[in-house]
């Protein structure tokens, strides 16, 4: 790294103590942006790069209520956000154990860059709670969101900040938020929030959009490289939202998953993965991916998920969460033969794990191009909303499907010009970056 970077990166790790994932986030978008600022120093000339790494704004805030036994619970929620250069603060809101503020900001941050590849006006933003809605009741749950929304509406907007789903919050918890919203305010502000039900402002297609994405993204490199998802053997991990849908478009393009996985461990089907059962068990009953083998017990259970990359495959799809496959999983994956990586889920593989991918000239789509299909479908729907129209499923999936190409086309055409072909985390990381870099010097010293 230069030495103005690597300031740069000292005070943010100074700055934001214990917060490893996001110094994780920041370092790998700074380090790919070495030469950007050798080639224009108008960059730092504007500060751009303190001010990058800064929240525009930070929300902590206490979320009360009560379990179905009486008793008084407490979680903690967030909301950050991070940069609205090009539009409102855009991103999803997590509701998980291990959330606090390093989680929040490392997303936070990645959806600047990513929201700014998709085309779209949006900024950057992300937010949820600790809060576990595992093992919680419809009722609980219910609570917990209005209770969260009793505080996180004064701070969003349709033209401030909308939020989303992420790991842990999907239609229900979107419905039960948007509920209390609109009773708050006494306004249907359909675009306040996106992932909403069919029935009320919700887009067709944002459910299955950022699985479909990765998807289409991972073809069009696979394409490049004259090769198709027609009999690859695929391996997703996570069995959540992104990762049904990821199977699902792999299947439909002649793929077949052999393994899925959730965080108690993962299922190997070599016949291929019956999706039908997955969706029952996560969709529908909200159970366990172990349960699979009560349907189909010629496949195999083991109780590790990150064993996962253990199984041979062409393709992997890792669709669960951060860090999730390490270097020894890549070194794993690369002897076993992969030939192409995507990352559906946000930073899923470490630094070490991308090094052995990227040196072993594996196809690799990171993160933020790779899932950036879901937060692009979000914008689609506020198109929607803002217009009182609600488009088909083809006509948004023929718009997701472009702008997953384009994403494409611009990270790699980006990483050509900087002098490095084929490298889509310096193309990404680039592209996103000067999209957002230039706005702030255009709208000066905010
Ligand atoms: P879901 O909550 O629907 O599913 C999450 C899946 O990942 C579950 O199978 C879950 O298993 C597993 N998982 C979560 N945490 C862990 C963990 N610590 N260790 C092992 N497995 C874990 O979330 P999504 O599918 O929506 O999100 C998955 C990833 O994709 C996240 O990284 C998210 O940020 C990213 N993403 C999501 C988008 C969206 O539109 N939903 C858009 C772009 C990115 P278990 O049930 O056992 O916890
Ligand atoms: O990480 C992400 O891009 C998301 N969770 C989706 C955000 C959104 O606003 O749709």
Partial sequence: MSNYIEEVMTKVVERNPGEAEFHQAVKEVLESLEPV????????EAGILER?????????????WVDDEGNVKVNRGFRIEFNSAIGPYKGGLRFHPSVYTGII?????EQIFKNALTGRPIGGGKGGSDFDPKGKSDGEVMRFCQSFMTELYRHIGPNTDVPA?????????????FGQYKRIKNSFDAGVLTGKGLNWGGSLARTEATGYGLVYI????????????????????????VAIYATQKVQELGGKV??????GGYVYDPEGIKLDTVRRIKEVERGRIKEYL????????????????????????????????DEDAAKTLVENGVIAVGEGANMPCTPEAVEVIQDNSILYVPGKAANAGGVATSALEM????????????????????????IYKTASKTAKEYGMEGDLVAGANIAGFLKVADTMIDQGVI
């Fill in 383 to 406: 198109t929607q909303n803002a217009m009182w129209d609600a488009w088909t499923f083809e006509e948004v999936d023929v718009k997701l499907k472009d702008i997953m190409v384009n």
């Fill in 294 to 325: 009560e349907s189909h017990p010629e496949a195999e259970y083991v109780a590790d998920s990150t064993a996962i990359w253990n199984v041979k495959c062409d393709v992997a799809l890792p669709c669960a969460t951060q860090n999730e496959l």
């Fill in 52 to 64: 990058i790494v800064e929240p525009e704004r930070q929300i902590i805030f206490r979320v009360p």
């Fill in 37 to 44: 600022f050798e080639k224009h120093p108008e960059y730092r």
């Fill in 258 to 263: 052999v393994a899925v996985s959730d965080s």
């Fill in 218 to 241: 991972v073809d069009e490199m696979l394409k490049d490289n004259s090769q198709s998802f027609e009999g690859k053997t695929v391996v997703v991990s996570g069995s959540g939202n």
């Fill in 105 to 109: 900001k490392f997303l936070g941050f």
């Fill in 165 to 177: 789903g992420d790991i842990g919050v999907g239609g229900r918890e979107i419905g039960y938020m």
